[in-house]
């Protein structure tokens, strides 16, 4: 490809990114994901339950004060609903989580041009990815409790915590993955998406370290907001990953769209 050729494309891309209102986008699924939260940590509580782990045990290794808080809450609050529960809480837990679910399949459906899936369809499959998705995710963050303590007592503590890391990392691009065949409304491989997946996996985690790095450095910050800090923190955390999400959806987009231009004029050549 010519250099031109080249700045054509990003403008072509810039101008497909404006027309799919990534901002609006993230900031209502930044809505569903409030939410979300508690339901989704019940969820979780639930599966690692089934293997005999406990959400404090798996919460407690990840330990990033700014968001302890937040931690605490969804720990306190998934105690007390475990404490009251039934089938009624069950279902209402699985329903609530399943909203955030229902809002991505909608807003792939918007980036790719896609009619959109029948209410009720469209409810019972947010359902059934929500169990699963959540079973998945269970399995892998109680592989990742056993073996992050097993690679640092075998490796030490430096090398055992850069494959800790990268495990980690693998946990997200997984699940970004993941949330990349969900949303998207055509029949494709995880190659399609991979590209979206990796933008939205890299800078989530970049993105994260600066925002946190920027709390740490800018104490003004909390003294200007008080208690409320926590909160903001949080909401912003949430609403530079919903970004990073969209913004991988739009990547995957716009390149399978080429993909489908290219294959049209194929065949009518």
Avoid at 14 to 32: D, I
Wanted: proline share 1%; aromatic share 16%; charged share 15%.
């Amino acid at each position: 490809m010519s250099m031109l050729g080249f700045f054509n494309e990003i403008k072509k891309f810039n101008t497909f990114k404006r027309s799919k209102k990534s901002v609006t986008l993230a900031g209502a699924l930044v809505f569903f994901a409030v939410f979300s939260i508690v339901p989704t940590a019940y969820l979780l509580s639930l599966a690692f339950s089934l293997f005999g782990k406990e959400l404090s045990s798996i919460a407690s290794l990840f330990n990033i004060k700014e968001f302890e808080e937040v931690k605490s809450f969804l720990l306190d609050a998934t105690t007390k609903l475990s404490a009251s529960g039934n089938a009624v809480v069950l279902f209402t837990m699985i329903y609530s989580s399943a909203n955030l679910f229902v809002h991505l399949k909608l807003t792939g459906e918007f980036i790719y041009n896609y009619k959109p899936i029948k209410a009720l369809k469209l409810r019972v499959f947010s359902i059934l990815v929500t169990i699963i998705l959540s079973l998945f995710l269970a399995v892998l963050l109680v592989i990742y409790a056993y073996l992050s303590v097993k690679i640092k007592l075998f490796l030490g503590n430096i090398i055992g915590g850069v494959l800790n890391i990268a495990f980690l990392f693998f946990i997200v691009f997984a699940s970004v993955i993941i949330l990349n065949l969900y949303a998207c409304p055509y029949k494709i491989k995880a190659k399609e998406v991979l590209f979206g997946s990796i933008y939205t996996s890299v800078f989530f985690v970049l993105s994260s370290v600066i925002f946190i790095v920027y709390i740490n450095y800018f104490k003004g910050f909390s003294r200007a907001y008080l208690n409320l800090s926590t909160v903001i923190v949080f909401l912003g955390w949430l609403f530079v990953i919903m970004r990073c999400l969209v913004s991988g959806f739009i990547i995957n987009a716009y390149q399978i769209g080429r993909l489908k231009t290219r294959k049209n004029l194929d065949l009518k050549l």
